[in-house]
T-cell receptor, first 113, second 114 residues
Framework: QQQVKQSPQSLIVQKGGISIINCAYENTAFDYFPWYQQFPGKGPALLIA?????SEKKEGRFTISFNKSAKQFSLHIMDSQPGDSATHFC????????????FGTGTRLQVTL | ETGVTQSPTHLIKTRGQQVTLRCSSQSGHNTVSWYQQALGQGPQFIFQ???????GRGNFPPRFSGLQFPNYSSELNVNALELDDSALYLCASSDGQGLNTEAFFGQGTRLTVV
């Protein structure tokens, strides 16, 4: 089973700053790269996902950038807010469906006032 | 909040015992996936059920088994519990197979094996 390497392990950002989390994968069944956000005591929730044929997707303050040749993708959170403080996971589909995922190890984001 | 519900929310078992965890999928979803999340780690795929049949399995031993019912709810059974089975068990439901099948997670069941 492939590994999905995520960095950094933890991140402290001031309110209003930019949070950047990176993910590198070995193989993927197809080009679908989601980011999940998990708050303590809760299950992961889809934050944003990028699908084939695009190298960047932006939704509000959240942007995914995708570099297919490098097998890397990243999450950028602009104007970071205290409510963004959570553990963020990247994931890669391990077969031909978007519901079977290999997750990264997670990044604990803390946004300070 | 998603429409995926899991029970119980917390559970304490003794090593060697058996446990059954339950998941009700979101309305209209016919696919249920189970994940194990150890403390400080990302979720790991255990297996998936699609229309009552197992549809893929991760690197977990046979003492992890499952079931999906006609209403698409699901159970995860773990036999001969080991201390390392202590984790958050997550259920995710989705609508069918393919590229446009986002997984919606429940809040999980926290299993502690002592």
């Amino acid at each position: 089973q492939q590994q999905v390497k995520q960095s950094p392990q933890s991140l402290i950002v001031q309110k209003g700053g930019i949070s950047i989390i990176n993910c590198a994968y070995e193989n993927t069944a197809f080009d679908y790269f989601p980011w999940y956000q998990q708050f303590p005591g809760k299950g992961p929730a889809l934050l944003i996902a990028i699908r084939p044929d695009v190298s960047e997707k932006k939704e509000g303050r959240f942007t995914i950038s995708f570099n297919k040749s490098a097998k890397q993708f990243s999450l950028h959170i602009m104007d970071s807010q205290p409510g963004d403080s959570a553990t963020h996971f990247c994931a890669v589909p391990n077969t031909g469906t978007a519901s079977k995922l290999t997750f990264g190890t997670g990044t604990r984001l803390q946004v300070t006032l | 909040e998603t429409g995926v519900t899991q029970s119980p929310t917390h559970l304490i078992k003794t090593r060697g015992q058996q446990v059954t965890l339950r998941c009700s999928s979101q309305s209209g979803h016919n696919t249920v996936s189970w994940y194990q999340q150890a403390l400080g780690q990302g979720p790991q795929f255990i297996f998936q059920y699609y229309r009552e049949e197992e549809n893929g399995r991760g690197n977990f031993p046979p003492r992890f088994s499952g079931l999906q019912f006609p209403n698409y709810s699901s159970e995860l059974n773990v036999n001969a519990l080991e201390l390392d089975d202590s984790a958050l068990y997550l259920c995710a439901s989705s609508d069918g197979q393919g590229l446009n099948t986002e997984a919606f997670f429940g809040q999980g069941t926290r299993l502690t094996v002592v």
